[in-house]
């Protein structure tokens, strides 16, 4: 695996991004969650290794100790940004895998209408407003709260920050800072979006953990509902993070999705 930084031209300004590159074949980009390039890196890992798939794995800017310009604030932008860097790269036929907020970056994308890429996985995502379905509010969480949240099992995947070196703490810190600015004032969702999905044309698959506590399996129903000819799987004994917890069925799901492309 080689990381390299991309340094982007866009209309605000230069923005670098942090790009994790691995593997040969078909092109996924992996969009990470609030939880960092982390939660995401191990399986991008596994899809590297037993599929014949080149897997971009980009850091959030603002995530993973990386530096966060001013101007940047709105996940719109960062999608932006995203179709940016598959030109930069000249990256043809992408499926797009995004888990939580990762997954609202690559509704944006769709949007976007990139020839560059054939389809989308949504992968628990957030973004869009579900009357009687609302996000958790993590932020006033304990962590051991937050994994109970978001975990079938919480006590397999428990972290206790105490347990971690100041340098990680800190950028846990600034992980929930950045997402804090770019989840906005709505609550981790747009307003605006549900409604803008009716004009995705690329293929997409939602796929959700059943026992996810953060955004509810009927949020992730609407969330395909909202798309069309969504396609909707449940993964079961999973919850907010499948990448995590339930690896080797989300990598069945994503590839043979994939498949008529790949």
């Known amino acids: 695996m080689t990381s390299t930084v991309h340094t982007l031209a866009l ?14 074949g078909h092109s996924f980009l992996l ?22 798939a080149r897997v971009i794995t980009p850091v959030h800017p603002g995530f993973g100790g990386t530096a966060r310009p001013d101007w940047l604030t709105d996940i719109p932008t960062l999608a932006q940004a995203y179709a940016r860097l598959l030109d930069e790269l000249d990256l043809h036929d992408v499926t797009i895998v995004g888990n939580s907020i990762g997954g609202w ?19 628990n995502a957030v973004g869009i407003t579900v009357p009687g379905h609302p996000i958790a509010d993590i932020f006033p969480l304990t962590p051991a709260e937050l994994s109970k949240l978001s975990f079938h099992d919480p006590a397999k995947f428990a972290i206790d920050p105490a347990t ?15 997402l804090a600015i770019y989840q906005g004032p709505h609550a981790a969702g747009d307003p605006s979006l549900r409604e803008r999905l009716a004009k995705v044309t690329r ?23 909202a798309i069309p000819h969504a396609g ?31």
């Open 11 to 24: 209309a605000e300004g230069d923005l670098a991004i942090t790009v994790d590159d691995q593997g040969q």
């Open 203 to 225: 293929p997409t698959l939602v796929v959700w953990g059943e026992s996810d506590q953060v955004v509810d399996a009927d949020y992730g129903r609407a969330f395909a509902a």
């Open 105 to 123: 970056i690559a509704a944006e994308l769709a949007l976007l209408s990139s020839d560059r890429i054939s389809g989308h996985v949504l992968v």
């Open 31 to 52: 969009l990470h969650g609030g939880g960092g390039p982390q939660t995401i890196a191990p399986f991008g890992q596994l899809l590297a290794e037993q599929r014949p």
């Open 164 to 178: 971690l070196p100041e340098a990680a703490r800190a950028v846990m810190a600034a992980n929930r800072t950045a």
């Open 232 to 262: 909707f799987e449940l993964l079961h004994n999973t919850g907010h993070l499948p990448q995590i917890e339930s690896p080797t069925q989300l990598l069945s799901m994503v590839w043979d999705f994939a498949g008529p492309h790949a």
